[in-house]
């Protein structure tokens, strides 16, 4: 599967942890990523992250390189590319389909006022801003 293809399967919450630390760190086994998410889920255990990393391959959101030991797993999709995905999937079921609704709804109680003089800028770079 392409990094630019659209992801097939929607990662739950726990994949979406995991996906963090394997954009941040790169192919990594099951030890390195169980490593990594230990100081946000000290909770979890090596056999849960090895099974969720396993059950991740199947469903297509992970690739695994069994040529050496231990495999090394890396996500199919670019972070761009899958965050863009699960934003357009939730536009479409919690706006109605209207970015414009979203960035309202975002920037009403959700943006410092530091990240909204960096969105003013971004606009006026893009000759967005009116």
């Known amino acids: 599967m392409s990094k ?25 086994d099951a030890k390195a990523v169980h490593d990594a998410l230990l100081p946000d889920r000290p909770e979890a255990t090596y056999a849960t992250v090895l099974r969720q990393l396993q059950v991740m391959h199947g469903k297509g959101l992970l690739a695994r390189d069994e040529s050496q030991r231990p495999q090394l797993y890396a996500p199919v999709h670019a972070q761009d590319k899958l965050q863009q995905s699960l934003v357009r999937d939730f536009i479409a079921k919690a706006f109605a389909g209207s970015g414009k609704a979203l960035v309202l709804a975002a920037l009403k109680n959700h943006v410092s006022a530091k990240e909204r003089a960096e969105i003013r800028r971004l606009l006026a770079k893009n000759g967005d801003e009116a």
Not at 6 to 19: F, Q, S
């Open 4 to 28: 630019t293809s659209p992801p097939a399967a929607r990662p739950t919450a726990a994949e979406l942890d995991l996906l963090q630390v394997l954009w941040r760190l790169g192919p990594a």
